[in-house]
């Protein structure tokens, strides 16, 4: 007898996982060739840097950002939400999933929360505390 697997909350799934990249992918690649027909939308090129679903795979986070500052996100994620059927349905086409997963489009905050930790990394007194712990670390080695 199967026993059922229970998630214990510690993240996403393997097939959430793989599912979430495939429609990744997807995604670029018809942003990439202009499938969708907006002007606006086809002259701004988009990142599409992850894609995160729901447990039951029936709604897909979608995080975005324009490449190199092209244009404002939130201008970004209004079409690409203006268009989310159209997007949906290639997704649909692209995949075989028994449901073709909501797409909700947010801006990606990878690069921003990068560039804080940048920041931190190059704040003095954390520099400090780094030298104090990497000095430490090489006195108990040698001992």
């Not at 998630?7 to 969708?36: A, F, H, K, W």
């Not at 988009?46 to 996100?73: C, F, H, Q, R």
């Not at 349905?89 to 995949?95: C, E, I, M, N, Q």
Request: proline fraction near 6%.
């Amino acid at each position: 007898m199967a026993t059922k697997r229970i998630s214990s909350g510690q993240g996403p799934s393997q097939r959430q996982l793989r599912v979430g990249e495939l429609i990744r992918r997807t995604l670029s690649d018809v942003l990439n060739r202009g499938e969708i027909h907006d002007p606006e939308l086809n002259a701004m090129p988009i990142t599409v840097g992850e894609v995160s679903l729901s447990t039951d795979l029936k709604v897909a986070t979608v995080y975005v950002m324009p490449l190199l500052g092209t244009a404002p996100v939130d201008e970004a994620v209004k079409l690409l939400a203006k268009h989310r059927g159209e997007l949906r349905h290639r997704v649909a086409a692209g995949l075989t999933l028994k449901y073709a997963p909501d797409l909700r489009f947010r801006p990606d905050e990878t690069y921003d929360r990068l560039d804080e930790t940048r920041r931190l990394f190059a704040d003095p007194k954390v520099q400090r505390d780094i030298e104090s712990k990497d000095q430490e670390g090489a006195g108990e080695d040698e001992a």
